[in-house]
């Protein structure tokens, strides 16, 4: 089996902090590393401030394959994140050649242009992330991928990344709906987990149609395994005198 490759995501914004902006764009990003065999394990919500972003960039690109940022590559003063990926890296910010004259093929007046190349600003050494929306690209130095905060758009770059990062194996999971608390099969879920340390067995209560519940969800790479788990799963559920519901590999709950 390949090795796990594992990803970091730092959704970068001070609007995002407040609660005026809801963040969509993590639940995006891992299910689509997901599929693709990179699977996230940690995200980070941080403030637009320089030596936050400097320094949580320089922690977590050491420790993860991949680093994704979204947020702080606009046109505005507190767009700074080009500038603290370069500061990270202790290179220049350049103006990229390539950004700049996709963004002067909208003209403008001068101040508003001179407000838009604001969006050029690179590392110096980066290589671009398209953007098929149309706008600016997102960049690349080594390891950590920036991209803009705008859901479509980081979509947009996103989607031009598969097929070129490297990838492991595909975590799938298998779900079980059992209408009992969570409570009464923790034991024996338990020592379900001892038997197969290669999954992660997770539950997760539910309120549907009055009815109290907990969705049974078994992670893992080997689909055999999956099968076997939960038919302990659900022989588990049964021996509490409930007939549990088998939802099957990669339900939506």
């Not at 989607?159 to 999971?173: D, K, Y």
């Not at 038997?195 to 997770?202: A, L």
């Amino acid at each position: 089996m390949n090795q796990a490759v594992t990803a970091c995501v730092i959704v970068i914004g001070n609007e995002i902090l407040s609660g005026r902006t809801q963040d969509t764009n993590l639940n995006h990003i891992a299910t689509t590393l997901g599929g693709w065999g990179i699977q996230v394990h940690h995200a980070r919500v941080i403030p637009d401030d320089e030596d936050i972003i400097v320094n949580t960039i320089n922690e977590v690109r050491t420790t993860y394959d991949y680093v994704f940022t979204t947020g702080g590559i606009g046109p505005t003063h507190d767009d700074i994140t080009a500038v603290c990926i370069a500061k990270a890296f202790a290179v220049p910010v350049i103006q990229h050649p390539e950004i700049a004259e996709r963004i002067r093929q909208r003209p403008a007046p001068d101040d508003i242009m001179a407000s838009r190349l604001l969006m050029a600003r690179v590392p110096e050494g980066a290589s671009l992330i398209d953007n098929p929306s149309g706008g600016p690209q997102g960049f690349a130095m080594d390891n950590v991928y920036v991209m803009a905060g705008i859901p479509r758009v980081m979509q947009a770059m996103l989607s031009t990344l598969e097929g070129e990062l490297q990838s492991g194996f595909v975590v799938r999971s298998h779900t079980i709906r059992a209408y009992t608390g969570e409570s009464s099969i923790a034991d024996a879920l338990a020592q379900i987990q001892r038997d197969y340390p290669s999954v992660d067995i997770g539950s997760y209560p539910f309120l549907r149609e009055e009815r109290y519940g907990t969705h049974l969800v078994i992670r893992g790479a080997d689909t055999d395994v999956l099968t076997t788990v939960a038919d302990a799963v659900m022989d588990a559920v049964r021996a509490i005198g409930e007939e549990p519901e088998n939802l099957g590999l990669d339900a939506d709950t």
